[in-house]
């Protein structure tokens, strides 16, 4: 048991770490007016990919959980469980299609709220989470052109 948990810390942990160093990149020299009021969190109640698109943590601070969505409309749950899965917009709401490694069902199936800076997602097993943008890592001391041969 305790095997299996140490496993799905490691692979949650690089999983995390991935996504920090791919998701994160920017090109600031092209940035425009545009870009800038795409940052400004939405208050409608659902989110596009690219508004959703990041890492987010619970609101109340717990590290137990991490909830990922790529702008390639999937998802990544992660901590107590490792869930996966595509999302996508059906009836006017975000929904969450996940899959769990170890066989959970409370979370394999969610909606997503977004409220100003925060979303909610009610999963089918009956809880609510709500959580936060997690803060963008700036990769740093990481090669800027590639070697010549």
């Keep these: ?52 698109a990041g890492m987010w943590l619970p609101a109340d601070g717990n590290k137990e959980w991490a909830l990922l969505f790529t702008s390639q409309r999937t998802t990544t749950l992660t901590g107590r469980h490792f869930c996966t899965g595509p999302f996508a917009e059906e009836a006017g709401a975000t929904v969450l299609k996940l899959t769990c490694a170890d066989g959970e069902t409370a979370y394999t199936a969610g909606t997503v709220k977004r409220t100003g800076d925060k979303i909610e997602v009610s999963w089918a097993g009956g809880e609510r989470q709500e959580y936060v943008r997690a803060p963008r890592a700036k990769a740093t001391g990481l090669p800027t052109t590639m070697p010549t041969p």
């Design 1 to 52: 048991m305790h095997q299996n948990r140490r496993t799905m810390a490691v692979a949650s942990a690089g999983l995390l770490a991935a996504v920090a160093l791919t998701a994160c990149s920017s090109n600031e020299s092209t940035s425009n007016n545009t870009d800038k009021a795409s940052d400004k969190p939405s208050s409608a109640p659902t989110g596009t990919s690219k508004d959703l």
